[in-house]
């Protein structure tokens, strides 16, 4: 099989019979579950936009283990080029959904554990690289979705993994066999996991001597016997579950969160990265998060642009396009959405070739553009939901429009802009409101600040390399500290009085 | 013997040090060999590469890289990374001298 047709992906998916729960019941026609398909259609315009010529050359990869062309998401980055294209890539997808379109998970743990396991087995003799390389080529020959599982729920914070009073609050090994090991735990927050093929599990935290039995990476088929999904809820999700698509904003696009459980999971030698190796698993977490850190420069920006340009258009709308503090504000929200995207493409500019052969992106500047994204899309909301205007949280539901009587009082009293048709000024609301408060907030919000680690994860990894000792010296040469001090008072110029 | 600097805007490491603690006229140093020293671990006196290793064609075995000739020694040393592998800033000089003679 080369690249798959989104219907083949859905159908792939169907094909699954996952265990997912959501409201207390067990789901089995996912695909077609109005709150599940959006998601589902944001992975399905990953494959797309790679069938079309005019997107090929961001979608599209050749693979260094095949020599054939993969889709972006399963590639392996093998320049600087790769690794900006990349970026790109992710703000073409959000501007083409609006939403967390949730393949860079994946994309994200293959290319960590990619120089991982290498370096792993150098250190250690292991085969772990190989192995690797092996499934990753089995993810691009099948052009499948994986999930990059990293968060456990880790119970009481101050305590290590293997002190929790439950065992169970960080993923880990509780059984090893001659054809493989058992595991058991939970992985949270996992974006699109729903949505995936495959699920990558990684460690958290960097492990500790004590913690081995969490030193453990593995893959697994998305319905491996014993893992199951709790759906998460978004907020008006279930605006989804009306018999309209006004009040939702953004009808045919949204993201997915769920907890992925894993209940007692076998996995065998042949699919597991890491074993007990706890000196390797803090390099992981880092490099998973630094290459996730660069994803938001992309994917975050590409929704800011369609934040914005609903932001502009309901000024439009509104007819107040012409005063001079909504074109500034305008201008603000452009120049913090583009310095998040310089961001991302910064730290892919100054990425590394490493040891492995696989480039990664600069770790420094990924921590800050992370650390941005945390920080601008709230202010783009806000500014969104000043130029957009009350109305967009207190206008009157579809079914109001919709009605005989109170539908021409509501068209009268909601008009705006005269050329514009009041309907599509109540849509262009709808998206802004579903973009800053409603189902997609959750991934342009909140997940901004806790995607990929939470702020305080970045200033962390920023104090690391932030080089101060250089700095300091370039001060203090600047300044002449350290050399002798020779106390000659200087003499003002004298002032000819008149 | 050839150092190839990067240019300096960020460095981690003292170059100017590092490149005197370097066995300049050293016979055992095969004539030819390069290090490439760059101050921080972006690597840009190697191209943005943490190694001398060359990439193999798409689709070809790692393996199948072009290897560098016995005159083509090269050490790359990116902050306090040499070829890679973390290495105090103490023993760099060190470190590339026994690569250099490897």
Same mark, same amino acid.
């Given at each position: 099989?080369?690249?798959?047709?989104?219907?083949?992906?859905?159908?792939?998916?169907?094909?699954?019979?996952?265990?997912?729960?959501?409201?207390?019941?067990?789901?089995?026609?996912?695909?077609?579950?109005?709150?599940?398909?959006?998601?589902?259609?944001?992975?399905?315009?990953?494959?797309?936009?790679?069938?079309?010529?005019?997107?090929?050359?961001?979608?599209?990869?050749?693979?260094?283990?095949?020599?054939?062309?993969?889709?972006?998401?399963?590639?392996?980055?093998?320049?600087?080029?790769?690794?900006?294209?990349?970026?790109?890539?992710?703000?073409?997808?959000?501007?083409?959904?609006?939403?967390?379109?949730?393949?860079?998970?994946?994309?994200?743990?293959?290319?960590?554990?990619?120089?991982?396991?290498?370096?792993?087995?150098?250190?250690?003799?292991?085969?772990?690289?190989?192995?690797?390389?092996?499934?990753?080529?089995?993810?691009?020959?099948?052009?499948?979705?994986?999930?990059?599982?990293?968060?456990?729920?880790?119970?009481?914070?101050?305590?290590?993994?293997?002190?929790?009073?439950?065992?169970?609050?960080?993923?880990?090994?509780?059984?090893?066999?001659?054809?493989?090991?058992?595991?058991?735990?939970?992985?949270?927050?996992?974006?699109?996991?729903?949505?995936?093929?495959?699920?990558?599990?990684?460690?958290?935290?960097?492990?500790?001597?004590?913690?081995?039995?969490?030193?453990?990476?593995?893959?697994?088929?998305?319905?491996?016997?014993?893992?199951?999904?709790?759906?998460?809820?978004?907020?008006?999700?279930?605006?989804?579950?009306?018999?309209?698509?006004?009040?939702?904003?953004?009808?045919?696009?949204?993201?997915?969160?769920?907890?992925?459980?894993?209940?007692?999971?076998?996995?065998?030698?042949?699919?597991?990265?890491?074993?007990?190796?706890?000196?390797?698993?803090?390099?992981?977490?880092?490099?998973?998060?630094?290459?996730?850190?660069?994803?938001?420069?992309?994917?975050?920006?590409?929704?800011?642009?369609?934040?914005?340009?609903?932001?502009?258009?309901?000024?439009?709308?509104?007819?107040?396009?012409?005063?001079?503090?909504?074109?500034?504000?305008?201008?603000?929200?452009?120049?913090?959405?583009?310095?998040?995207?310089?961001?991302?493409?910064?730290?892919?500019?100054?990425?590394?070739?490493?040891?492995?052969?696989?480039?990664?992106?600069?770790?420094?500047?990924?921590?800050?553009?992370?650390?941005?994204?945390?920080?601008?899309?709230?202010?783009?909301?806000?500014?969104?939901?000043?130029?957009?205007?009350?109305?967009?949280?207190?206008?009157?539901?579809?079914?109001?429009?919709?009605?005989?009587?109170?539908?021409?009082?509501?068209?009268?009293?909601?008009?705006?802009?005269?050329?514009?048709?009041?309907?599509?000024?109540?849509?262009?609301?709808?998206?802004?409101?579903?973009?800053?408060?409603?189902?997609?907030?959750?991934?342009?919000?909140?997940?901004?600040?806790?995607?990929?680690?939470?702020?305080?994860?970045?200033?962390?990894?920023?104090?690391?390399?932030?080089?101060?000792?250089?700095?300091?010296?370039?001060?203090?040469?600047?300044?002449?500290?350290?050399?002798?001090?020779?106390?000659?008072?200087?003499?003002?110029?004298?002032?000819?009085?008149? | 013997?050839?150092?190839?600097?990067?240019?300096?805007?960020?460095?981690?490491?003292?170059?100017? !040090?590092? %490149? #005197?603690?370097? =066995?300049?006229? /050293? *016979?055992?140093?095969?004539?030819? &060999?390069?290090?490439?020293?760059? @101050?921080?671990?972006?690597?840009?006196?190697?191209?943005?590469?943490?190694?001398?290793?060359?990439?193999?064609?798409?689709?070809?075995? !790692?393996? %199948? #890289?072009?290897? =560098?000739?016995? /005159? *083509?020694?090269?050490?790359?040393? &990116?902050?306090?990374?040499?070829? @890679?592998?973390?290495?105090?800033?103490?023993?760099?000089?060190?470190?590339?001298?026994?690569?250099?003679?490897?």
């Amino acid at each position: 099989m080369t690249l798959r047709t989104p219907e083949e992906f859905i159908q792939s998916l169907a094909d699954l019979h996952l265990q997912i729960y959501l409201f207390g019941e067990k789901i089995d026609d996912y695909v077609n579950h109005p709150i599940i398909r959006p998601s589902i259609n944001c992975i399905a315009m990953t494959y797309e936009l790679a069938a079309q010529p005019e997107y090929e050359s961001l979608m599209l990869a050749t693979s260094h283990l095949s020599g054939k062309r993969v889709n972006r998401f399963t590639h392996i980055h093998q320049s600087t080029d790769d690794l900006s294209k990349k970026v790109k890539m992710q703000r073409l997808l959000g501007q083409k959904t609006g939403s967390c379109f949730q393949r860079c998970v994946g994309m994200d743990a293959i290319n960590a554990l990619y120089s991982v396991t290498y370096e792993t087995d150098q250190a250690k003799g292991t085969d772990y690289h190989a192995r690797f390389k092996k499934y990753v080529q089995y993810l691009q020959d099948h052009d499948l979705v994986a999930d990059g599982a990293m968060t456990d729920p880790k119970g009481d914070r101050s305590l290590p993994p293997h002190q929790q009073p439950d065992p169970d609050m960080y993923l880990h090994i509780v059984e090893k066999r001659d054809d493989g090991i058992v595991v058991r735990g939970a992985k949270a927050h996992q974006t699109g996991a729903c949505n995936s093929h495959e699920i990558i599990v990684m460690p958290t935290v960097a492990m500790r001597e004590g913690d081995e039995d969490y030193a453990v990476s593995f893959s697994c088929p998305a319905n491996a016997e014993g893992v199951y999904y709790i759906y998460g809820r978004q907020s008006c999700d279930t605006r989804k579950l009306e018999d309209n698509a006004l009040d939702v904003g953004n009808a045919n696009f949204g993201g997915q969160e769920a907890l992925m459980v894993f209940d007692d999971v076998f996995v065998p030698w042949d699919r597991v990265y890491m074993c007990g190796e706890i000196e390797f698993s803090g390099a992981l977490v880092e490099r998973f998060a630094g290459f996730h850190r660069q994803s938001y420069g992309g994917c975050k920006v590409g929704v800011g642009d369609v934040l914005i340009g609903a932001a502009a258009t309901a000024a439009d709308m509104n007819g107040a396009a012409k005063a001079s503090h909504i074109k500034d504000k305008l201008i603000e929200m452009t120049h913090l959405n583009e310095t998040l995207f310089s961001c991302g493409l910064a730290c892919s500019y100054e990425g590394v070739r490493m040891p492995a052969g696989n480039f990664q992106i600069d770790m420094l500047l990924a921590n800050v553009c992370k650390q941005n994204v945390t920080r601008f899309p709230y202010e783009i909301a806000r500014l969104a939901e000043d130029i957009a205007g009350g109305l967009m949280v207190t206008m009157p539901s579809a079914q109001d429009l919709a009605d005989e009587k109170i539908g021409p009082i509501v068209e009268k009293f909601l008009v705006g802009q005269c050329d514009t048709p009041v309907i599509d000024r109540l849509r262009i609301l709808r998206l802004v409101e579903n973009l800053t408060l409603g189902t997609a907030a959750v991934g342009y919000r909140t997940e901004s600040m806790h995607g990929a680690g939470s702020p305080q994860a970045q200033r962390i990894m920023i104090a690391r390399q932030s080089n101060i000792n250089h700095k300091k010296e370039l001060a203090k040469a600047l300044a002449g500290v350290g050399k002798p001090w020779q106390n000659k008072a200087k003499v003002p110029t004298a002032v000819q009085a008149d | 013997m050839k150092v190839v600097y990067c240019g300096g805007c960020n460095p981690h490491i003292d170059r100017s !040090a590092v %490149a #005197a603690g370097l =066995p300049l006229d /050293d *016979q055992d140093v095969r004539a030819g &060999a390069t290090v490439h020293l760059s @101050g921080c671990p972006r690597a840009c006196a190697s191209d943005h590469r943490l190694t001398g290793e060359q990439d193999a064609a798409p689709g070809a075995a !790692a393996e %199948a #890289a072009p290897r =560098p000739g016995r /005159d *083509q020694v090269k050490v790359v040393v &990116a902050g306090e990374l040499v070829d @890679g592998v973390p290495t105090p800033e103490a023993q760099l000089a060190t470190t590339i001298t026994r690569k250099l003679k490897e």
